[in-house]
């Protein structure tokens, strides 16, 4: 097997994910230290592993049904290029080393901060086994990993995040579940996933656009609550941003013939242009105290 092939089954484009627990440092309550960016990095990497051993196991559950999906048959397990007694070791490998750096990166940082990635793992294993296949509760298991993400961040660093920003992310992560659901739909019927039977485009798509709202709602929210002291031309900004990469990414969405919404983002240098200056907009502003 090709290296492409191992980083396909790794995931590794969606070890993107993981820059959320370098999250806190937007924040002026924490310090941009190298002893932090060390614990930040290490708790990036960890979560790396995690993941990846995360989307292992989904796919030894999965293998069969890939196997009949014309877009997921050329995947490493499904083609047949590595076998599952492969994928099980891999995913002990990868469950040890991430266990192990989560274990040193708790002494490092000195605070209890093992039951995150513990819960992580949880949450994958859970949607793994049987939440995959229960309609609508299957989507709340990806934001909850993005949330977990977040919070791994703040945990690692000695705080915690503002329950605020930690909505924000989980009803935007919604968003993009939704979207990739309602891809899904479009583009392969039921043949994607057996879950898809019980769904609706026209009421996903009303879902998706009601996170929306929620989304830039508690945005708002937030830049009501935020210090005034800091100059409003920098909310109005980031909220402008913020609007538009939503408004960017609806366009493109509309004529996606993918469902992986983070390729769809990605591959969009407008998109990527405006996600980075919308996180330099933000960037102790203070808009945000955790």
């Known amino acids: 097997m090709k290296i492409k092939d191992y980083l396909v089954l790794f995931r590794a484009k969606h070890y993107i994910k993981n820059l959320l627990i370098f999250v806190p440092f937007l924040f002026p309550a924490v310090i941009l230290s190298v002893q932090n960016l060390i614990i930040s990095a290490a708790g990036f990497v960890t979560f790396c592993f995690l993941s990846s051993a995360a989307y ?3 796919d030894i559950f999965d293998c069969e049904n890939d196997k009949k999906h014309s877009g997921r048959s050329s995947r490493p397990l499904a083609s047949g290029k590595i076998t599952k007694r492969g994928c099980l070791l891999l995913f002990a490998v990868f469950l040890a080393v991430s266990g192990f750096l989560a274990f040193l990166t708790d002494i490092k940082c000195g605070t209890f901060s093992l039951p995150v990635p513990g819960i992580f793992l949880l949450l994958n294993l859970i949607y793994s086994f049987f939440a995959k296949r229960i309609p609508f509760f299957e989507m709340l298991f990806i934001p909850l990993g993005f949330a977990m993400r977040l919070i791994y961040g703040f ?38 996933r057996a879950v898809l039977r019980y769904y609706n485009a026209g009421i996903l798509r009303a879902l998706k656009y009601v996170c929306l709202c929620f989304t830039l709602v508690f945005f708002a929210i937030m830049h009501i609550s935020a210090d005034v ?3 409003l031309i920098q909310r109005i900004i980031s909220a402008i941003l913020l609007f538009v990469l939503f ?6 969405a509309a004529k996606a013939e993918s469902e992986n919404t983070i390729e769809l983002v990605f591959s969009d240098i407008v998109m990527c242009v405006l996600g980075a200056l919308f996180v330099l907009s933000m960037v102790n502003f203070g808009l945000l105290r955790p």
């Open 247 to 252: 408004l960017r990414f609806e366009i493109k």
């Open 56 to 58: 292992i196991i989904n």
């Open 229 to 231: 002291s800091h100059p």
């Open 155 to 192: 945990v690692i660093l000695g705080s915690l995040p503002d329950h605020r920003l930690c909505i924000f992310i989980f009803v935007s992560a919604l968003y993009f579940v939704l979207q990739k659901r309602i891809s899904e739909i479009t583009l392969f019927g039921c043949e994607s």
